[in-house]
């Protein structure tokens, strides 16, 4: 499969830097289904996903399995948008940080059109 670099230095980003960046950090998702009080989770990060109650899952089913606890029958969630660092940054706003600085890196350099003098006039 080939991709573009953007999309090859966003994919490294996620698996090679959010993650890893971020290893041993608390994180916390705050989640109540409709009508009930939020509950407060929190996971542990680690290279490979977070960690929650001492088992090991991607940040969305990490997401779900804590709505799931909370009473929802939801299967599926985005947890990139529902996990939060101690500094209440999203994991989605982090993976958005790289992207920018990445195709900030993928952009050509702004060439300037320096006038010069005519010898002709």
């Known amino acids: 499969m080939s991709t573009d670099p953007?999309?090859?230095?966003?994919?490294?980003?996620?698996?090679?830097?959010?993650?890893?960046?971020?290893?041993?950090?608390?994180?916390?998702?705050?989640?109540?289904?409709r009508g009930k009080p939020k509950q407060t989770f929190e996971g542990t990060i680690k290279k490979e996903g977070i960690e929650v109650n001492g088992n090991l899952y991607s940040p969305s089913y990490a997401a779900v399995y804590c709505m799931q606890?909370?009473?929802?029958?939801?299967?599926?969630?985005?947890?990139?948008?529902?996990?939060?660092?101690?500094?209440?940054n999203y994991l989605n706003d982090?993976?958005?940080?790289?992207?920018?600085?990445?195709?900030?890196?993928?952009e050509p350099e702004a060439s300037v059109d320096v006038p010069t003098e005519d010898a002709s006039l």
């Open 6 to 33: 953007f999309t090859r230095a966003l994919l490294t980003a996620l698996n090679y830097e959010i993650l890893p960046a971020l290893e041993g950090e608390s994180v916390f998702l705050a989640y109540g289904p």
């Open 69 to 88: 606890k909370a009473g929802s029958p939801r299967k599926t969630a985005n947890g990139w948008i529902m996990w939060k660092t101690v500094d209440s």
């Open 94 to 106: 982090l993976y958005q940080q790289i992207g920018d600085e990445a195709r900030e890196s993928e």
